[in-house]
């Protein structure tokens, strides 16, 4: 009777531990440059388990690729307490792309709804993008990010080089915001934007141009999604883009730390 008791009881923990493991479904798509993928994954909070995702695919021309997507834990001197990771590679096993995007936890991520990263492979752009949750209506206007400032830093240690600047993005446009800077004297240049997606939903985009023979051409975006300030103000991310000329450029994204209400103008 004793040893059926400790059996019964070891039973219920493993359905306790079940009902109570944090885990997060999402869609993942990876779009454009002759790929068109659409799949549903899960992501286990780092206590649960397995919380590595490895994808290997192929665009149309049968050229292969892998993308790995890992959540992992910051260690506690950090910032936030975890991190996203995805990682774009092809055949060789060359890095084509990287974001790292810091949040709180699965919530958080859940909160975002969407994020994800393109990046230019021989001409064309493929989207890597990561749905946590449809977001379909939110409280965030464009006029609410007036006074917003935002950490531009980009880094290219080709170059020996760094900007760092706050940005407040200008109207351009109705339903846009968006600001250029060029890296000096160098040919690329980086772009802020921020798009009206409607119904309370704004995409924040990071766009890194390169300049040749008076054309600009895209290398990579990354992007997210928020509809409230609260969810704007956590989000920060580094993302690499890997020149096949200059080596690596990284951006990195963060609201003005300590930021908190915007200031009223009288």
């Not at 772009?191 to 141009?209: A, C, M, P, T, W």
Request: hydrophobic share 40%; charged share 20%.
């Amino acid at each position: 009777m004793l040893k059926y008791m400790v059996w019964w009881a070891v039973l219920l923990g493993s359905f306790s531990n079940i009902a109570m493991a944090k885990t997060l479904p999402f869609q993942l798509s990876i779009q454009g440059a002759d790929v068109s993928i659409q799949q549903t994954f899960t992501l286990r909070d780092v206590n649960e388990g397995n919380h590595v995702i490895h994808l290997n695919f192929q665009d149309h021309h049968h050229h292969d690729y892998t993308l790995d997507v890992s959540y992992q834990a910051l260690p506690s001197n950090r910032s936030y307490p975890m991190h996203l990771d995805v990682t774009l590679k092809n055949k060789q096993g060359k890095k084509l792309a990287y974001l790292f995007f810091a949040n709180n936890g699965l919530a958080a991520l859940k909160r975002i709804g969407t994020l994800g990263v393109a990046v230019n492979i021989n001409g064309k752009l493929m989207d890597i993008r990561l749905r946590f949750d449809e977001k379909k209506q939110g409280t965030l206007a464009l006029s609410d990010v007036n006074h917003e400032r935002f950490i531009q830093d980009t880094l290219v240690p080709a170059f020996h080089f760094q900007m760092i600047r706050p940005v407040i993005v200008p109207w351009v446009a109705k339903g846009l915001r968006s600001q250029t800077y060029s890296l000096d004297a160098h040919p690329y240049a980086v772009n802020y934007s921020i798009q009206d997606l409607g119904h309370g939903v704004l995409e924040f985009q990071h766009h890194l141009y390169r300049s040749e023979d008076g054309k600009k051409t895209l290398l990579e975006r990354v992007y997210f999604y928020a509809d409230s300030l609260s969810i704007l103000r956590e989000a920060m991310y580094a993302a690499k883009y890997f020149d096949r000329k200059n080596g690596t450029f990284k951006l990195v994204f963060y609201p003005a730390l300590g930021q908190t209400e915007p200031p009223k103008i009288r």
